[in-house]
């Protein structure tokens, strides 16, 4: 539990521990209910949401730091966690974070170290939504998923980070092994059919669909069917070893 | 044409005009006769040699600083230049840097500011090797194209984000318009090849080579035929506009 205290440290002398204008933000997807899902962070007593994010410690990786963060807001060790793009805009920060500042009650002297400007690096992780425990900041009061499409909208360029690491999944598609990632080791084909269609954001043919997977080898029919629901029992799959 | 006095200005006092901790590093990849290349530095009176490189100013995005790095190297502007990964290992930085500021007379306080970590962008750039003129700067006696794989050890990581870049250039190689770049407006087919085959280091057969080629639509064939030669008069194609 990180205490007002730490919070106060962390803005007069944080940059004896971090490096300064340079982090990490996570774009953490899971998969629920057919729904690609967004873990996303709301500042507290403030309306403005944003990716779970962080500096990066003087003595610790950049790989290490973006672990850190999402380990610290799901829970999750060894998650695959996959760096897509930096992202370095001149207007990367705005008056929303002097502001919330203040909101806090912290100190905002005009050349505190976080108002400098941050050069961004962008990771994003798939992660098992039924293992998540959203676990908020010292800057937040919420962690909570949202569904992509529905997501508020985001403080700083966390929006352009978001689409950038939609289409650096959407372009991974083919490997099974990242796709795998996001479902339980056995499911049925609608369900792998669900995940492919909320990553794309659109609808696919029920039959190509099955065809191309089984043609290509990605995916092995089981013996065993899903049973207990109200009509049929559906077969059930799973990623062939080799990928 | 930078002075040593304004080296030794941007040694002591370089953060006020850029932000420290964070780079930006240029592969630049040349063909010429058959082979891939690599425009490399060699520092002052070291035997040290790096990629091209540099601090991002403080008013400047991060691909702004790539295009001025390649830019001052190179004299080419807009130039296709795509960013790969950021490296960002707590063992970057090593002795070396220090050595060098040390022969070539300028101050190396304990804390002097580029002597601190640095997490660094490498992007990649494919150029026209007969366009560009090589140019070193303030720190490098030497700017020069080496084959890929004549290249002399690089200092600090460098050679992992030579690396990196190839691993990324090889995996784009269905990109014909990336491959263009590389290659004049019209060129015979065994160029397209001898640039394939030098990209992905090893051997193709040229009759599935040209299949291929032809069979995805990538390049056509134009009606003229390459002329000079002592013997035959191979044709000439071009990618097609599409791509």
């Known amino acids: 539990m ?16 971090y490096l300064p204008h340079v982090s990490v933000d996570c774009v953490i997807f899971g998969f629920h209910r057919a729904e690609l899902k967004l873990l996303l962070l709301k ?3 403030a309306n403005i949401w944003t990716l779970p994010g962080g500096y990066i410690g003087r003595r610790e990786s950049l790989e290490a730091a973006a672990h850190r963060v999402l380990r610290d807001r799901t829970g999750l060790k060894n998650v695959f966690l996959h760096q897509f793009h930096a992202f370095g805009s001149t207007k990367r920060k705005e008056a929303s974070i002097r502001k919330l500042f203040g909101i806090l ?8 170290w976080p108002l ?13 939504f039924s293992r998540v425990r959203p676990q908020a900041d010292y800057l937040s009061d919420t962690c909570a998923w949202h569904a992509i499409d529905e997501r508020p ?20 598609l083919d490997s099974p092994s990242l796709v795998a990632t996001l479902l339980p080791e056995r499911f049925t084909m609608p369900e792998l059919q669900r ?18 997977m089984l043609d ?25 070893t080799q990928t």
């Open 2 to 17: 990180i205490t007002r205290k730490d919070a106060a440290t962390f803005f007069t002398r944080g940059y004896e521990k």
């Open 43 to 45: 500042w507290k007593q």
């Open 105 to 112: 009650g912290l100190p905002v002297s005009r050349d505190a």
């Open 116 to 128: 400098g400007r941050v050069i961004s690096i962008g990771y994003y992780a798939l992660v098992d």
């Open 153 to 172: 909208p985001l403080a700083f360029d966390h929006d352009d980070i978001v689409t950038k690491a939609l289409e650096t999944l959407r372009s991974s």
């Open 195 to 212: 995940l492919h269609e909320a990553i794309l954001g659109r609808p696919l043919d029920r039959r190509n669909f099955q065809k191309k």
């Open 216 to 240: 290509r080898g990605i995916v092995e029919r089981l013996a065993e069917r899903r049973t207990g629901g109200a009509h049929r029992s559906p077969f059930l799959y799973r990623f062939t």
